[in-house]
């Protein structure tokens, strides 16, 4: 067999599995058709150790054991959310993410930013918004930048029901922000400065199978979200936490090419990370008119991309407005 031909034989299988791993997984999630026991949850495999992996992380309750009760209703309800945001907060979303697209098995798994680990997390001060924040408000950042949507209010049915699964899920966790598994596991500095060429490279071999080659994410064959947008007018907004090449380079090193974490080097993944915030997608909601003062007041960081000038294109000036758009096609360009 040539090169090309096992080239694609594997890019093939890691795509079918890829695939079947997450609609199955998600499916069976939303349904409770096949609910998961705490040996299976316990079974199940950090992608990278934290820092301090002497620590173990802390095991969430499985999904079975939910209360039957009223509280149970919107722990489930909460869960549902979480899985499909689109048709259970379609008031408050503005593309097609799941929270799970970044936090990985329904909230619950170690090292992908579970939602056990930020519930014990919160009170907190966030230097994003510069004030001590609750774990309501927290939640409201992420509809606002990275569902690309508008912030529920306090107190709103759809927050009460992330608390409320996030909180159950929580229960037997210590009150701790340093908790194991909270988060991404810190990544080190690459050995070579970050590059978009390479990462570009990498993506095209590992990333665009599921993503799709222009990043603007693969549908089911139902027509339903199938694997995330990563840029473009459906992806998160320039506002959100991924967008941030360490963070983007944490969690793609931790948990990407899904089926496959850790298999990709410190090296592979600052690039990629680089590579895909290099790209055009909604504007910061907190945008001020002007692209020099917005990344002067919330962008003014070598973390980010935004207002900076990129094959010849400045990030941030062809943005479509932030709050929501008509589906992306697999069109879309890079700049």
Not at 56 to 61: D, K
Not at 96 to 103: G, K, M
Not at 286 to 313: I, L, P
Request: glycine share 10%.
């Amino acid at each position: 067999m040539s090169a090309i031909a096992r080239s694609i034989a594997a890019a093939a299988a890691l795509f079918l599995a890829g695939a079947v791993a997450y609609v199955s997984s998600t499916r069976a999630k939303v349904s409770n058709a096949t609910p998961r026991t705490e040996a299976a949850v316990a079974s199940t495999p950090s992608p990278q150790a934290p820092s301090d992996s002497k620590r173990s992380a802390f095991i969430p309750p499985p999904l079975n054991a939910m209360p039957k009760d009223d509280f149970g209703k919107m722990v489930r309800l909460g869960e549902q959310i979480f899985e499909d945001p689109a048709h259970h907060a379609s008031a408050y979303v503005g593309n097609d993410l799941r929270c799970s697209n970044c936090h990985l098995d329904a909230g619950r798994l170690a090292n992908s930013a579970p939602m056990w680990g930020a519930y014990v997390s919160y009170p907190a001060y966030r230097s994003k918004n510069g004030h001590v924040n609750t774990f309501e408000e927290r939640l409201q950042g992420c509809f606002r930048f990275s569902m690309n949507g508008k912030a529920p209010p306090l107190g709103d049915k759809v927050l009460v029901a992330l608390e409320s699964y996030s909180y159950w899920m929580s229960r037997g966790a210590r009150v701790d922000p340093d908790i194991a598994g909270r988060g991404y596991p810190k990544l080190d500095k690459p050995p070579m400065p970050a590059d978009y060429k390479r990462g570009q490279q990498v993506y095209d071999e590992n990333c665009a199978l599921c993503h799709g080659a222009h990043g603007t994410g693969r549908q089911a064959n139902d027509g339903s979200p199938g694997f995330p947008a990563l840029w473009g007018p459906d992806s998160f907004n320039w506002g959100a936490g991924m967008g941030s090449f360490e963070n983007a380079a944490a969690f793609i090193r931790a948990n990407m090419p899904l089926g496959l974490a850790g298999s990709l080097s410190v090296q592979d993944a600052w690039d990629v990370a680089t590579f895909m915030d290099s790209q055009e997608r909604p504007q910061d909601p907190r945008f001020t008119g002007s692209v020099a003062e917005t990344r002067q007041r919330f962008h003014n960081s070598s973390n980010s991309a935004y207002g900076t000038v990129v094959n010849g294109h400045l990030l941030g000036s062809d943005s479509i407005t932030s709050g929501g758009h008509p589906r992306a096609t697999e069109t879309s360009s890079r700049p």
